[in-house]
């Protein structure tokens, strides 16, 4: 009798388990993502969420922007009882102060918009603080902000330039754009490095006095410390390049493909 028991709570605990989670009301996330008082609400995120979810406090914000990870904001959603698919792929949520949006319905969000279009009717990203030549641009630094126009190379979304370097003085509040930015280097003129070659078998290395700068996957010159030749290789890491077929390959694969994240 008590492995009968046994049996068949098991197989309840089996059932519940695999049984499909009932779906949440379904929301959008807003386009403008901002807050009025430093407490990042599911109203302030999303449109569509309505009663006292949208007072639910997902985050803090504590200076002008703030970076929330997009995965903790779905499951706060979902724990509310409200579904964002995030069809998108965003991986961050990048919150900047404004117009407190909780409790404010879709249709007058849309409104607010439309009335301030005449003045700023584009939305471009934006430096959040002045950045120096050669700093590299972190989430935090960015903004999504309302503008007359946008630059010919304005990137449609932040991951474009997370991670890569200022190539000079930037400031505060300027528009975005990947002319601004490049890959961060890591090797730079002067330094001394170790040159690779590796083809069938085939395995051999040298000094060498890298004659410019290079990031990962750059073609840069680099001068044979005993021959005195120049070579062209290509940047692997730091005190590291490559030539050859390895030197193609490599090329090849520091070519990422980059997701949009809004």
Do not use: C, H
């Amino acid at each position: 009798m008590k492995a009968f028991l046994f049996a068949a709570a098991a197989t309840l605990v089996i059932t519940a388990l695999s049984a499909p989670a009932f779906a949440g009301t379904p929301v959008t996330l807003r386009m403008d993502t901002t807050d009025a008082d430093g407490r990042i609400t599911l109203g302030d995120l999303f449109d569509g969420v309505s009663g006292p979810a949208a007072n639910v406090v997902v985050a803090a914000r504590m200076g002008a922007t703030a970076v929330l990870d997009a995965g903790q904001v779905q499951m706060s959603a979902r724990r509310a009882g409200y579904d964002w698919t995030n069809a998108n792929g965003v991986r961050r949520i990048i919150v900047r102060e404004g117009v407190d949006n909780g409790g404010v319905s879709s249709a007058a969000a849309a409104g607010a918009r439309l009335a301030g279009a005449s003045r700023a009717n584009v939305e471009v990203l934006a430096y959040a603080r002045s950045l120096s030549a050669g700093e590299i641009v972190q989430p935090q630094d960015l903004i999504w902000v309302k503008m007359a126009g946008a630059p010919a190379d304005a990137p449609r979304d932040a991951d474009a330039v997370i991670g890569l370097a200022a190539r000079r003085p930037l400031r505060e509040g300027a528009a975005v754009g990947m002319k601004d930015v490049a890959a961060a280097q890591v090797i730079k003129t002067g330094d001394l490095i170790t040159i690779t070659y590796e083809d069938s078998g085939i395995s051999l290395s040298l000094q060498g006095k890298a004659v410019t700068g290079a990031a990962v996957g750059d073609v840069f010159a680099v001068q044979n410390t005993l021959s005195k030749k120049v070579l062209q290789a290509v940047a692997v890491a730091p005190g590291l390049a490559a030539v050859g077929p390895q030197a193609q390959t490599l090329q090849a694969r520091s070519q990422p493909v980059r997701f949009a994240a809004r």
